[in-house]
């Protein structure tokens, strides 16, 4: 070694060994591919199932009879499948009979407001008069007043 240096060694790859190009481009489209389509079927998936209830067939609504009415204010309307609306205001039968209201009057107290609205404006489908002044709730919305504040107080 008379000043000359050792020969440094590189390994290197040899050729019928290493990928392609093209084939390392196909692995990473093919990759790409899967990720999205494992996203699209669970997009699609999340979106069947949303706002269902865990534990009950889809579908289905149990009507809940001789059960305390909901909460007076705007409640939640759901929208079944296959349940019939045989008044024809808007809420199907299920609905009528978890809010106490009568599935073949569209306007259970007879007050000039659809069960509907009385669920939508938050009043008592099954009184004509939700906050007791002597005026009907419907009244008070053609006048244009709250009928959920009495005005006589």
Known sequence: MNGEQAPQFIPTIPTEQAPSKK?????VVAAAIAVIVAIIIGWALWKASAGKPAGKPAGKIVAEVGV?????GPQKISRPINNPDSDGDGLYDAEEARF??????????HDGLT???EIQLGTDPRNPDTDGD??????????GTNPLVNNNL
């Open 23 to 27: 084939k390392l481009i196909f692995l």
């Open 100 to 109: 106490g209201t009568n599935p073949n009057d569209p306007d259970t107290d």
């Open 134 to 143: 002597g005026v009907k709730d419907g009244d008070e919305v053609k006048q």
């Open 115 to 117: 069960d509907l609205q």
């Open 68 to 72: 305390n009415p909901p909460a007076p």
